[in-house]
């Protein structure tokens, strides 16, 4: 199959979304009037019922750009990953260890490969593969219930960390966690399967999960210079937890997915996960039912005051770059000295580890920064200070 070039993104993003609409109505589902059971519902199944949050979700269609332009939202994943060079790989494995999380049509293709799945590419099952990001996966078949992380993958990855996270970080924290690059990894790993691998063993910071991340692999990756380093995924669940925001109740959903007003005046959640609060009214009024006792008084002094916090990570992130980059240096250079050469190249994979579990895979650093700032610029100064140890030996 030949994938789409960029050029064409645009227009395929168009028809894409009409014929994911029209093709899901042709799987075989269950009665949406009678939910439960094994059979996933998929969006179409819901769509009617549900108007204004099927009609929110697909708004965010080209909400969310990144650096290269293109649109990167939940309503548009399929095709932004089917073209995104960093995204499914769909000739390879790589791409099933995405749909993990991706997809809740995972937990069919599960149940029918077993842990096989891992090793099968993703253009062999893309027909199998009927929603991205759908309604099935933060509400199974019921979406009156209590909000859940469907994902099979998730919930025996995550073990019973998974059951001490609120449900409205669950939903979201099934793919907005630091184990992505598991299941991608399973397919070269002897042995290992969702049921023995346990990647919180040690706890769920960024030393814990490092230990575990490097025990269970089975080379890191390198560079063009031969340097190791570590992908940190997007940690955004762990992170958020004990943070201030989560400390006072909140969930990744209570600012992402706020309550709106349609034109009838009836309340519903909006569903376009992907926009920006700081873009969102209904959001920032949200925020400031508590920041208002900052003296914050107005939704464009609220989207100032966060912009600020954003700038502060924006200029850590410098300085601990500034210092990747000299290590780094070093390090290609080398020395006659094994040792330091040796210890100059683990500390350079531990800052640059804590440097990427702080931005949570922000495309712009600093872009996360009200999930959890005190603890985000935290591992920003323990990753300059890593850094610069490792400078230090080269002296």
């Known amino acids: 199959m030949k994938w789409l070039s960029y050029k064409h993104l645009t227009l395929f993003t168009l028809i894409a979304i009409v014929v994911m609409v029209a093709g899901c109505t042709s799987v075989k589902t269950k009665d949406a009037a009678n939910p439960g059971g094994n059979a996933i519902l998929h969006i179409a199944d819901w769509k009617d019922k549900y108007p204004d949050q099927y009609k929110s979700y697909m708004s965010g269609a080209g909400d969310y750009k990144e650096k290269d332009g293109l649109a990167h939202s939940h309503a548009v994943l399929r095709q932004s990953a089917e073209v995104y060079p960093r995204g499914l790989y769909a000739s390879t494995n790589a ?31 893309r027909d199998k593969v009927v929603d991205f990001y759908g309604c099935y996966s933060c509400h199974e078949n019921n979406p009156e219930g209590t909000l859940t992380g469907a994902s099979v993958s998730y919930r025996k990855l995550a073990g019973d960390y998974y059951k001490t996270l609120a449900p409205g970080d669950v939903a979201c924290g099934q793919c907005h ?10 397919a070269k790993i002897p042995g290992k399967n969702l049921d023995n691998l346990h990647p919180y063993r040690y706890g769920t910071d960024a030393d814990a999960i490092l230990k575990a991340f490097v025990e269970d692999g089975d080379k890191l990756p390198v560079d063009k210079d031969g340097v190791q380093y570590f992908y940190s995924g997007h940690p955004d669940v762990e992170i958020f937890q004990g943070s201030t925001h989560q400390s006072l109740g909140l969930t990744c959903a209570s600012c992402h997915m706020p309550q709106q007003t349609n034109e009838s005046g009836k309340q519903y959640t909006s569903h376009d996960a992907s926009g920006s609060p700081l873009k969102n009214e209904a959001a920032l009024k949200y925020c400031l039912t508590c920041h208002k006792s900052q003296g914050i008084e107005s939704t464009d002094a609220m989207v100032k005051f966060v912009k600020g916090k954003q700038g502060d990570l924006v200029n850590a992130n410098k300085d601990v770059q500034a210092s990747l ?37 922000a495309q712009v650093p600093g872009t996360k920064a009200p999930h959890a700032f005190d603890k985000m610029n935290n591992y920003l100064t323990q990753a300059k200070k890593v850094a610069d140890e490792g400078i230090a030996l080269y002296k």
């Not at 966690?177 to 399973?186: E, P």
């Open 325 to 361: 980059d000299k290590l780094h240096g070093l390090i290609v250079a080398g020395t006659t000295d094994t040792n330091v050469d040796k210890k100059a190249r683990e500390l350079y994979i531990k800052a640059r580890w804590y440097q990427g579990y702080s931005n949570c895979d």
């Open 177 to 186: 966690n630091a184990l992505g690059g598991y299941t991608r990894r399973l």
């Open 95 to 125: 791409g099933m260890g995405c749909i993990a999380c991706k997809s809740a049509d995972i937990n069919t293709l599960y149940e029918q490969y077993g842990d096989k799945v891992w090793t099968m590419k993703y253009e062999d099952l």
